[in-house]
């Protein structure tokens, strides 16, 4: 039987400002990523978000990212690694007082946006991250895109790693994500999306946007919840997976 995990990033509301569907997504999915109040979220979306997982009994993951409300953390900031470091511990040590005073607790730990995709091709930027998790907790997951710098950090400091694939972008030959700014970045078409994430669990390989096959490892699948059809996306992958006799849940051994 093959395990795959579904995350999403959630609680990324914040004021008078909504975003997503968590209630309803949170039925179809095994991971939560809550933002922590840097790029997006607050106290009370935190505290909701981590609520609600909870009720739903999905693992909740600490999103930390650029404090750049404006640009939603998809913006590079240029931050020393001593920096990166301490605003990811801060913003894990927000969720996890969340969490503790809801009775439940942070399993792993997924960086946002421009941070993600730095942390994925910058070795110094990755060290910071990975040692700021492993400092913080040694026991939690972190995720990170399938054979970046990231996962190999996590690794060289002794953490769980949990190799991320997305189901609505596109791949470079070097196995990074096409940049948003590209016309070609994203997958709007929700059936190619989904063939392409079946071939990826079972065959281990996707093809890049010069028609290359590229090796790929997926333990944990991303659906963006602030794209306007994620919750139908989410319904639609769950079906097809199963369909495909691969089962919805933890792909890795958590803490």
Not at 82 to 108: D, F, M, P, R, W
Request: hydrophobic content about 40%; glycine content about 10%; aromatic content about 6%.
């Amino acid at each position: 039987m093959l395990f795959v995990d579904l995350n999403c990033d959630l609680g990324e509301s914040f004021g008078l400002f909504k975003i997503g569907n968590d209630s309803e997504v949170l039925k179809h999915i095994t991971s939560a990523n809550i933002a922590c109040g840097y790029h997006a979220g607050d106290h009370n979306v935190m505290m909701e978000t981590v609520k609600m997982a909870e009720a739903h009994g999905v693992r909740i993951g600490a999103h930390p990212g650029f404090p750049d409300l404006h640009g939603f953390g998809r913006r590079e900031m240029k931050l020393s690694a001593e920096e990166i470091y301490n605003l990811t511990v801060y913003q894990i040590g927000a969720l996890s007082a969340a969490t503790k005073a809801c009775g439940t607790k942070v399993v792993h730990v997924k960086p946002h946006g421009a941070l993600y995709n730095m942390a994925a091709k910058d070795k110094s930027i990755a060290d910071a991250v990975a040692c700021a998790v492993a400092d913080v907790n040694p026991a939690l997951v972190l995720f990170g895109l399938a054979g970046s710098s990231l996962v190999k950090a996590g690794k060289e400091h002794g953490l769980q790693v949990a190799e991320e694939v997305f189901a609505d972008r596109t791949y470079q030959p070097d196995g990074s994500l096409t940049p948003r700014s590209h016309t070609n970045a994203i997958i709007h078409d929700p059936e190619i999306a989904i063939n392409r994430v079946i071939r990826m669990v079972r065959e281990g390989r996707v093809e890049a946007v010069d028609g290359t096959d590229i090796e790929i490892k997926a333990d944990t699948i991303c659906i963006h919840g602030d794209e306007p059809r994620a919750l139908d996306f989410a319904v639609k992958l769950n079906e097809a997976l199963k369909a495909e006799g691969i089962e919805v849940g933890r792909g890795w051994d958590s803490p």
